[in-house]
Every structure is written in C-alpha cells, then in structure tokens.
C-alpha cells in the first residue's frame, strides 16, 4: 500500500486554545483506521481539518501526493475525501431518493444544474441503485424526518460516498444506532469499503467497535496523537488505559508533563 493521506505537523487554534498540536499521520490506500479519544481530544477538529470544513494555523494535509491544506470541501470530494457527520446532514421535508438525488447533482457533476438533473429518468435510477447498495432501497419513497435513525445515518453515508472516494471520514457513524444493530451496522459498512479498496478513517466511542473493525487504531489526548499502531497494541497501552478506556486511577506526573504544553 502507498500512501494516501499525510497530515504534516498539522494544527489549529481558537483564540488561545490549542485544538490540534502537530498532528503527523500517514493513511495507506484501503487501510480502515480508527480514531478514539475522550471528548474534547480534536478528533471532530482533524476530521475538519482533513475535510476542508477547517484551515489549520499551522501544517500541510496531502492528499494523493498533492498539497491540499485549506482547500474547501467542494474540491475535495471532487479529489476523493468524503466525509459523514454525526449528526447526518439531510433535507428532513424531502425523501431519501431526493436526497440522494440532489447529492448525486452537486458531487458527482462538475457543473451541477440540480432542476435539469432532476428531470433525467437516469438520475432517478442511479439514486435508487445507491440507496439499494446500501440496504435502504425500501425507504427510497419515505420523507426523511419519518425514518429511522439508522435509516438516516446510511443516507448520509451513501450520499457522502456516491462519487465513489478513495477516503471517508466517518464521524461516529454509530451514535444514536441501537447497541443490537450496532455491529452489523458497522459490519457492513467496512465490507463494502473493503472490498472497493477504499480507506477508512472512523471517530467512534465503542471499543468493542473499534477492536472488531480497525486494522489500526489512533489515540487522541487533548489535541495530540498519543499511540499509533495495531488495535491489541494501543489498548494494551498505558496511556490509552489511563486516559481513553477508563482504568481507575490518574495519569502519571510523565504522561501529564509530556502532553500538557501545546
């Protein structure tokens, strides 16, 4: 595998707060990697930075071998970044072919004209050849605000994804998916990415989740990486221990100094 995603030194300040501090990591093509970390750690924040909704203050993102810091995240999904939400951006009014047809229009056209789009029978097929592929075909008539939560998160998915990426970005694609479906839920997204190489990047605050489903694993605390590597590694890992998966006791006077200054 060749690299794909490179953050360099990557960081980004809110008045005096740091949330990101010199972020380096390297993504290979069909890796599926995931990301943990407490809340307030920056992972919502690199995924920002990764997907142009952030300029970072500091640092470059390459992409494909290409400078992409602080393009907007237009281009970038016309490059190949998608990226999904934890709480999924949708038109509630309208239906899930809708929805997937005006993401088809605006990601998937360089000149997107959404009105003469939507008059085209082949749009109307390849929305619902989407849907289908995702297991959501049957609610293709069913205005969005009806439907259920796990129902949305997928529309969400598949309308990021429908220009066919080479890096998601998934924001806790769990978070509010019944604990039963859960996995199978997760399950069947890595299958589909898996088999069409594409890399993976996901924020999720299962651990279960994660050791299931992340061929490597990143650990975020307070803005900064803390362990990189294997799933077994970094949860056997002291630090994660302390500070992510929630052992008793507090962190060590070491870790607390080598990561408090920005």
């Known amino acids: 595998m060749t690299d ?3 953050c360099i030194g990557v960081q980004r300040r809110f008045g005096d707060f740091l949330a990101a ?11 599926i990697v995931g990301i943990i970390g407490a809340n307030g750690a920056g992972k919502t924040t690199l995924f920002n930075i990764i997907s142009g909704y952030l300029k970072p203050t500091d ?8 400078d992409v810091t602080g393009l907007p995240p237009r281009f970038l999904v016309r ?11 949708l038109f509630g009014r309208s239906t899930a072919r809708e929805n997937m047809m005006i993401a088809l229009s ?16 082949g749009l109307i097929d390849q929305a619902e050849r989407v849907l289908s592929a995702y297991g959501i075909g049957e609610h293709a008539d069913a205005v969005v605000a009806n439907i259920p939560q796990g129902v949305r998160k997928l529309l969400d998915i598949a309308m990021a994804t429908c220009a066919d990426p080479a890096l998601v970005l998934l924001d806790e694609p769990t978070s509010g998916v019944s604990s039963d479906e859960k996995n199978q839920f997760v399950s069947g997204l890595i299958e ?3 088999k069409a190489s594409t ?13 299931e489903h992340a061929s490597r694993v990143i650990a975020l605390y307070e803005g900064r990486i803390i362990a990189d590597g294997a799933a077994d590694v970094i949860f056997a890992d002291e630090d994660v221990i302390r500070f992510i998966t ?13 990561y408090a200054s920005a």
């Open 21 to 31: 501090k010199g972020i380096d990591l390297t993504v290979r093509h069909g890796e």
């Open 79 to 89: 490059q190949g970044i998608a990226r999904s939400f934890q709480v999924p951006q």
């Open 192 to 194: 589909r990415f898996r």
């Open 246 to 258: 929630g052992a008793a006791g507090g962190a060590s006077p070491q870790v607390k100094d080598r």
């Open 106 to 121: 605006l990601l998937a056209e360089r000149r997107p004209s959404i009105l003469r789009r939507f008059s085209e029978r």
């Open 59 to 66: 640092g470059r993102i390459m992409f494909r071998g290409m």
């Open 199 to 211: 890399a993976v990047i996901f924020i999720e605050h299962d651990m279960d989740i994660v050791r």
């Open 4 to 6: 794909l995603l490179q």
